[in-house]
């Protein structure tokens, strides 16, 4: 069965970092697209980052890029998405999402699967 699992979220300060993970189970971590999305209070969700199932290229909104780092351990079977130079306005819920496609992945409306979300404040 297809699951994914999203853990790491939490409180931190303007200018902190946080890691999430997603714990990926049913399939191999790249078997399909992977990426973070994240939906603030009030507005639509919003494709923040991806990796590709079938090269490993990577995608990042602009609104992060140069701040956030997504990656991949084979091993752990996990999807990770480094987050630094954090700013009040990355908050939200952010959630794991595959999407059955080779490529990157940009709109969330692209993803087929969904992780259940992670809650990320900062706040100071």
């Known amino acids: 069965q297809l699951r994914l699992v999203e853990s790491g979220g939490g409180l931190v300060q303007p200018g902190g970092s946080l890691r999430l993970s997603c714990a990926v189970s049913?399939?191999?971590?790249?078997?399909?697209?992977i990426g973070w999305v994240r939906q603030a209070p009030g507005k639509e969700r919003e494709g923040v980052s991806c990796?590709?199932?079938?090269?490993?290229?990577?995608y990042y909104a602009d609104s992060v890029k140069g701040r956030f780092t997504i990656s991949r351990d084979y091993a752990k079977n996990t999807v990770y998405l480094q987050m630094n130079s954090l700013k009040p306005e990355d908050t939200g819920v952010y959630y794991c999402?595959?999407?059955?496609?080779?490529?990157?992945?940009?709109?969330?409306?692209?993803?087929?699967?969904w992780g259940q979300g992670t809650q990320v404040t900062v706040s100071s």
């Open positions: 999402a595959a999407a059955l496609i080779y490529g990157l992945v940009s709109a969330a409306d692209e993803y087929d699967y």
């Open positions: 049913g399939f191999t971590v790249d078997y399909y697209t």
């Open positions: 990796i590709s199932s079938n090269d490993g290229s990577t």
